[in-house]
Structure formats: C-alpha cells, structure tokens
C-alpha cells in the first residue's frame, strides 16, 4: 500500500474515532483508536512497516517539544519537588526495580530487554490524563503533578530506554560509560536545545522585523524547528535529541514570539497549528498500537515460547508491578515529605496515592518508543522477545487507560472539578451570558438613527441567552418560529405568481430567509439537514446565474423582503395574542422597519452596528478580566472568538 493511501486510512479513522468519542463519551478516544487500529488489522489485514530511525524524529520530537512549549511555570515550580521526584528518582527505580521483577517474571527474557521494557512505561502521557480528567472529579494539584512530571519523565525515561536496548543491541553495559554518556548526552542536548531554539527564535525575529511577516512562513519554520534540533543533537553531536526538543521547547516557551509587535495571527496560527499537530500524531500512534497489537500477538503465538493466556497474564502482572510501584513511592514521598516538615510520620493519604498512581497513564511516547526497538542487534540476530515486549507494552497502556476511566470517578467523586482558574472565577457560560446582556446595554445605549438594526442585534443576543441559560425554548415557539419561515416562503410564492419577482430574483429572497433561519437553529443549537441542503443550492444558483449587482436590483430585492415581513407579520397575528407571537413578531417589525430606514444601505449599516457589538464584547471581556471574575485561558478564548466572527463580516461579500 502506497504512504498517501496508509496516511489517508490513518487520517479518515481519526476523525471517525473523534466523531464517536463525541456520542460516546465515557470511552477515551485513545482507546477508540485502539479498537479502530485493532479492526482495521484483523478486518482488512491492514499493516505498516515501520521504520525505527524515523518513528522516533516524527513523533518524539514534535510531541516533547510542544510538551516544553506547554511549560506551566507556576505550577511546576509550586510542585518542582515532587514533579522532579517523580520525573527522575521514579523513573529511575521504575526501571532498575521494575525490570528485576519483570526479569523474575519472564526468565527467558534477557535483563537489558526486561530494563528496557520498565523504562519505556515509566514515562505518562499527560493529553491522556487531561481528557480522563474532564469527565472526572480530579483534584487539581494532581493534575499539575502529572502533567509536570510528563515534561520530564519522557526524557529521563526515554534515556534509560536507549542505554537498554544498546545493551540488548551490542551486548555489552558499563555503568561508568554509561553515567558519564549520560551526563554527556544529558548536558549537551540541553546545550543543543537552548542554543539552536535562540538562534531560531532570534532570526525569526530579526526576518519579522525587517519585513519577513508573513504568518505562514513563521509558522513552518517553528514547526520544522524540532526536527532540525533533534536531528543536530543526535546525528551531529550524538547526545539526547529528546533533552534537545524538550529543553527548546521550554525556551521557546519562555522566550515566545509575543515580543513581536503585530503578532497577534502569528501566535494564534501557530496555536492552530500545532494543536492540528499533536492531535494527528496522538491519534495516529493509538492508531498503530491497535494495529500492531493482532500481529504482535501472532508473532508471540509463532514463538511457541508462550502461549495467548500466558501472554496476556504477564501484560496484567507488569502492569500492576508498574502501578505498585508508583503508589508505594508515592507513599514513601509523603513519609519522607512530613518528616523533613513536620519531623514526624504523621498519617499517610492512601486515597490521593492510589489516585495519583492511576493517573499515571501511559501513552503515545510510550508506544513511539516501543516501536522504535530495533529488528536485528548488531550481531545480526533477532532482537531478544521484540513481539513479546511490544504486546506487554500496548496492553499496559490499554489497561493503564481502562483502568483510569474505572476508577479514577470512584477514587476522586469528593473531590472538585478541575479548573484552570481559580474558585472564584465564572464558568464560560456565565461569562458568555454576562457578555451577551452587556452588549444589550451597549447597543441601547447608541444612537438611535439606527435603532431597528440594533434591535436585530439585540433579538441575537436573547436568542443566544435563550441557549445558553435554562431557560430554553420550548416546543411551542420553535413551531411557531416554523410556521412563520413557511409564511414567508408562501409570501414569495405570491410575488412570483403575481409577477413582481422573477425565479431568480425569488431565489435571492429565498436563500435570505434561509440564511437567517439558519442563524436562528444555530442559536437554539438546532441542525436541519433539509434546511442546510436547501441552502446549499440555493447559494450554487445564486453563485452560477450571479448578475452584476446594481441599485436598481438591490432594491428590489429590498422591498420583495419588505413584503414577504408584512405578509408573515399579518399570518402571525392571526395565531393570537400569546407572548411568544408577540416576540418573534416584534422580530420581524424590527427587521422590516431596517429595511425601510436603510434599504439601499442596509448591509453597510449593519456591518457598522455589528462592529459596535463586537467592541462592546470586547469591553466586557475586559472588564471580567481585570475584576478577576474569569481566567486569563477564557479571556483569550472568548477574545479570539470575536476576531474570528469581526473576519468573517469583514470577509462577506456585500
């Protein structure tokens, strides 16, 4: 199978398995993946040869460097003593401890493959974590921990996964070359890394402030930065590529583009971006561990070493070792923690033990490594129990998952919901509905030459605090909101059979009325495939018979939507005197009363009154932002949306 045919595969199943998790959402995506990956395998034979020299540069990489690049400095020095204990000190017995047992356990297996083994599952995916931790009541702080230490512990436990399998590959371990290589590697990869992000980051800087702004140039170049850096610090300087990346990511978080004046599209692309990044290289590798978890388990079966239950049984066994061991060191840190503080024991915390230890999920840089083991080792033989170590390593990482969505909600049900903000700050949907009735005080307060227009904005705004709040509608106004869309297609009707509208004038009206009702389901979080494909034609005529636009023509159209409003206003009263009839009505008197006063500038006009609205969503914005009543993170997304809707009116045709 061609690259192009496998990446589109990959790519479709993906999106598929996002579009599940949407409908299904006590199952992680990562283990949807899984089971996608698993199907296409054994449905469709499906199956991909990987390469180990470049599986560790596409995915390592970019996915530690966006993990520096995620740096949160105030909590990883709040936590620094346990987020370093945890990244270096467990990672380390994790490996030594780890692959003893796993030696006891496997006796056939050689000790540097057992070592390699416990190293590679040390490291705990945080993006995996983060998506358990939305639909579970997780303490904060541990999420802090485990996100700190993954910042770490990657690398830590990717290093002592590469002295493993070059034990295994040349058969031969010095403890003294192998810490003076470590230090070595260690140290000057992180040299690598600080130097070669300044450089880029400096150049950069200097291109865009000579006149080199083009965003998507600024972009690539950052994408294509942890490559180069991993690459220099490997094949150059043969030291750790991974401390390189990790360590330029933290550079490039600390010493960011946001000193660059006019780069606010340049940091919100490049957000963009990588987030497309990580969510395609994340997804992909669960992606492979299904895949090639049918064919490692067939080629363990072919080994007749062992059989499918024994393997299986030795997956379960090195997953609890792995998660025993995090709990107990998490239980030692906290004795030894109290008695440097406090110089007494004092009572242990079972409960926020266990559910750190289960947090400690394992993820895509545990398989990226796994895949990454060699065929053959220098003495041209097959690497020792490569199918076996595989298949214990996918299936520690499915039942690390499994096991995460089990009984992380049973451990931390007491416990608050995770916020990025303090306790004090609004949730979105408070601030959202604060915003919108700002705007409603705003637009009052304008001038009121255009005071119909306003009012549309206004009967936007209560649509859309309609939604947001409890107070939704009911079935009686959306038919009625129905009933009024059919008055007004049956008023076209009319025109046209009277002869004031032709067909494709009556089209343009129509895809009008259309467009708005659209808007209007988008409020009341509605779809309609019908209305959508409707649309849809409507806009190829219009776009296919598209006459030059003149002010005669304009205006016709104008006054066609005058009447279809009369004609629809008429109908609707005749429903009754009710206050849902009332209100849509008044929606509709406000609309044609903006035709009459603006009929040849009415989008003009509109664009005006909704530039003013977008300036007052701004303001209040603000205002929660520096009365503390929402987080940095919500401010920024909330800000954001609004560029994005003021780009699109300015972008519309008129």
Partial sequence: ????????????????????????????????????????????????????????????????????????????????????????????????????????????????????LAAILSPTDPIAVESIAKKVRLPKNILHLVNGESLINDASGLIGFKYAVAATVYGAFSIKNAVTDFFYISIIGAIIGVVTMLVISLVRKWLYKNGLTNVVFNVVLQVLSPFVIYLLAEDYFHSSGVIAVVTAGIVYHVYNDSTLASSAELQLISEQSWNLIVYLLNGIVFLILGIELPF????????????????????????????????????????????????????????????????GVRGAITMAGILSIPLITAQNEAFPDRELVLFIASIVIVLSLLAAVVVLPILAKNDHVVEYNNDNHWNEEKARIYVLNYVIDEIKKMDHTDKHIGNILIDQCELMIKQLSSIKPDEVEKSIRALAVGYEHQAVRKLVAQGILTKKEANAVNYQINHRELKTLVAFNQYNIRLEIISAIQTTKLWLFRQRSDKEQKLKIQKALILVNEYTVKMLKQLGNSEVVNAIVDEYTNFDMALRTRSLDYDKYYRIAKERELEAQRKAIHELLINDKISIELASKLRQEVNYVENQELSSDE
Avoid at 73 to 92: D, S
Avoid at 299 to 328: C, D, G, H, P
Avoid at 337 to 345: D, R, S
Wanted: hydrophobic fraction near 60%; charge should be positive; proline fraction near 4%.
């Fill in 1 to 116: 199978m061609q690259l192009i045919e496998i990446i589109l595969i990959l790519t479709g199943l993906l999106l598929l398995s996002t579009a599940v998790n949407h409908y299904v959402k006590a199952i992680p995506v990562s283990l949807i993946q899984v089971a996608f990956g698993i199907g296409l395998a054994l449905i469709g034979n499906f199956s991909i040869n990987l390469s180990t020299d470049w599986f560790l540069l596409l995915f390592i990489a970019p996915l530690l460097f966006n993990d520096g690049r995620r740096f949160p400095k105030g909590e990883l020095w709040e936590l620094r003593w346990p987020i370093f204990a945890n990244a270096i000190i467990l990672v380390f017995i994790t490996m030594t401890l780890g692959g003893i047992l796993i030696y006891k356990l496997i006796p056939s297996m050689p000790l540097p493959v057992a070592f390699s």
């Fill in 296 to 359: 490692a388990m067939e080629a363990v079966i072919n080994e007749i070493k062992f059989n499918t239950f024994q393997s299986i049984a030795y997956a379960v066994v090195t997953w609890l070792i792995i998660l025993i061991i995090r709990i107990v060191w998490i239980l030692l840190y906290e004795i030894c923690h109290n008695l440097i503080t406090t110089k007494k024991v004092g009572p242990v915390d079972v409960r926020t033990a266990n559910i750190v230890g289960f947090s």
